[in-house]
Every structure is written in structure tokens, then in C-alpha cells.
């Protein structure tokens, strides 16, 4: 991964002709946890806003968007953008208006299969066999949208060209060595992260069953 924090123009040249991609990790907020979290993942999504233009007036514009379980183009991908990820479509449609195209970046039968194996899993399968089966599919399939993804982005993003690609923090993708990825960082990345653990952590806690003792204890005798 690369930084732009400290780089000046002779070093933006070594860019030059090189196919960029800027990576924007998302970091996941459960809706019930999006209220309490608002003003922070607001100021997040800024920071995001405000480093990708920064990339942008060094390296070039955006000229494709991927995003992580889109698997449609255009105006049909932004719809369902709109659905799963609200944050992500407001920034993206900011790219899309002004010189960006949203691309297909996942394959639907892929992400059905996989959606199709962790409800499996979910179940909690008494076989154990069929449980390794299940598990072992799942990891094949996650692999194999990964695997995808990569030969997307390869596909469609042309010499001296550059694109963004909002995806998960944990993704295991693997980028052409032609294709120089640059990580956006905001900083409220881990302060974003934690509150939300934090958050689900409390309510876990708030949850939880309240233990009464009995008042009585249950060893001691009768007396008669």
C-alpha cells in the first residue's frame, strides 16, 4: 500500500502511466447502532471525501467505481447501492455525477452461494461432516469472489487509469503488481471501529438476563 502523505511532484511522477487504485475500507455499523453513531460516522465519511480528492488532484481523476456486493452497473448498481450502503452511495454518487462509473464488481451467483452457506452455518448442524462441508464452501466461495473482484478491476482499469474501490478492511483480495494501490486512512478509522465494538459490546451487556439471588439457601435444613 502507498501514502501521498509526504509526496511532492517528483515524486507523484513515478505514477505517471501506472494504473492507480485508491482503496477506501469500510468499516461496518449494525443499523440499530446508526443513530448513536451518526455524528462520528459523519465526520468519517468527510475525511474519506476529503482525502480522495486529495489523491485525485495528485494521481488523477476517478474514472471507475467499485464497491464490495454491487454486482450490477450504472444506474441499477447505484440503486442498490443506495439500499445496503446509504454513506457509500451519497460519496459515490459524488463520483458518478462528476467523472466516475460505477462498475459491476461482485458476481450475484457467487454472492448467493455464499449467502446460501452461512445460513447453513448459522443453523448450528449437528454433523460434523456436514458442518466441515459447509465451512470448507463457504471459504472455496469467499475465495473464489475475491479471485473475482481482482480480475474485475484488472479487466476494466486501462493504462495511466485510475479507480476507487470501497471494500471491506479484512479483504483478502489480491491486486496485479501493475496496479499501485493507495489506501485512504481517515483518521477516525479506529476511533470509528472501536465505538462501534464498544457499542456492541454494551448492548450485549444491557441485554443480558438479570441474575436474582434466592433469598433462601437451597443446602440449608428445615427445621422441624
Known sequence: MTTLGSTGKAEVQQFDRKRKLFLVPLVSIPPQLEEQISELADTHWGQIREQLQNLEKSLGTIRHVFHELIHDEGEAGAQLLS??????????????????????????????????????????????????????????????????????????????????????????????SDIQVFYVSPPTQNQLKQSVVDLIQKSFEENQPEVHEDSSSSNEKEVE
Open 83 to 176: 439500499q445496503i450502503a446509504p454513506r457509500s452511495a451519497s460519496l459515490v454518487k459524488e463520483i458518478t455525477d462528476s467523472s466516475g462509473y460505477l462498475e459491476q464488481t461482485e458476481d450475484q451467483d457467487l454472492l448467493f452461494e455464499l449467502s446460501d452457506w452461512q445460513r447453513c452455518l448459522s443453523m448450528g448442524l449437528v454433523s460434523q461432516i456436514v458442518s466441515a462441508l459447509a465451512s470448507e464452501s463457504y471459504q472455496a466461495a469467499m475465495n473464489d469472489r475475491y479471485v473475482h473482484i481482482g480480475a474485475k478491476i484488472d479487466e476494466i482499469l486501462e493504462e495511466d487509469g485510475v479507480a476507487a474501490l470501497f471494500i471491506s478492511e479484512d479483504h483478502r483480495v489480491q491486486f496485479p
